[in-house]
């Protein structure tokens, strides 16, 4: 929004950056102006304007592609037609701010006020709104932010970083995971189950694996400007519009063709976690009564992955073997546990 003594300060050749700035804060489609009431606003701002002046000037601004509208008469009535968002898309960003687990409240507000200036002043309140969301000490909060902007950086300009990889113990505290220093290659950031992780290449043993890192648990994050960063190759090779869907719980591996057999109404969660990228067949080996279908996917096998297939009820692994073994293996850990209990 341009200033009132700014503009003021301007002299004639503010006129038109004064007209603009009524429209922007003033109007919008449900809140037109006449040009009497345009008139006044300027008169308030310092600038008495004829309508024959404030006409040539809304043609000036829509040779410079701003969208005036105006209604035909002797009553007309003005408004800007176009922002840099609408009201809608506007909406959708302050939901995700507001229910966003690492921003705190402070920062969040002051983001939801200045995202309304770009709304008129009667839509403002249209973006006051209550998402849940959780809630998270402000200071950790600060911390997160501080962390982006540092592994940003290293991406940015190409260089490993070393930082200290925390874990939480029984009493409720964050303390180191390792007495060493984790060294590693930074190329992305990854939004995942609404928290950020670090997507890193890791030189173990001469050899270049990929690695993900809660950036929550990290700290006393450095740049190694000395160094190159290392991983293109690998970094090649990943698909980013499956990478995320397919990593429960961002752990990493190789991702597999997963089978099951599972009943018709659980094509629809494979889909919202996997996408439509999956196939469904008749199972041959079905019984005739049997509602059973075949349902194959790509996944990187995990612990989380066999606890959500879990959790879905009547699902039967069927392959790989490996991932079948591990699912018979977990089921029968946890039988145990319970018949101990018996």
Partial sequence: MILKGAIAMAGKTGNILALYDVLYRRTDED???????IQDEMVEMGYNCSEDTILRHMRLLREWHVEVEGSMGRNAKYYLGSRLLKKEELKLIVDAINASNFIGR?????MVQK???LLSENQRDYLDRNVLGMVNNKTENQKILDNVDKIQEACDKKVPISFTYMKW????ELVPKSNKAEVVNPWSLIWADDRYYLYAIKNKCG??????????KMTDIKLLKDQTREGMVKV???CPNTYVSRRMGMFTGDERKITVAASEEMVGPIIDQFGKNIKVCANPDKTDKSNEFLIEFYAVPSIILLGWLVGLGEIEVIGPKEVKEDMI?????????YDRQG
Avoid: C, F, G, Q
Avoid at 207 to 216: F, G, S
């Fill in 207 to 216: 050899k270049l694996v990929e690695r993900h890192y809660r950036v929550d």
């Fill in 236 to 238: 090649r090779e990943i």
């Fill in 329 to 337: 293996s977990l089921l029968k850990k946890t039988s145990a546990k």
């Fill in 115 to 117: 995202l309304k200036k």
């Fill in 169 to 172: 113990n029984k009493d409720l």
């Fill in 31 to 37: 809140h037109p102006l006449t040009m009497r009431e």
């Fill in 106 to 110: 402070e920062i969040a507000d002051e």
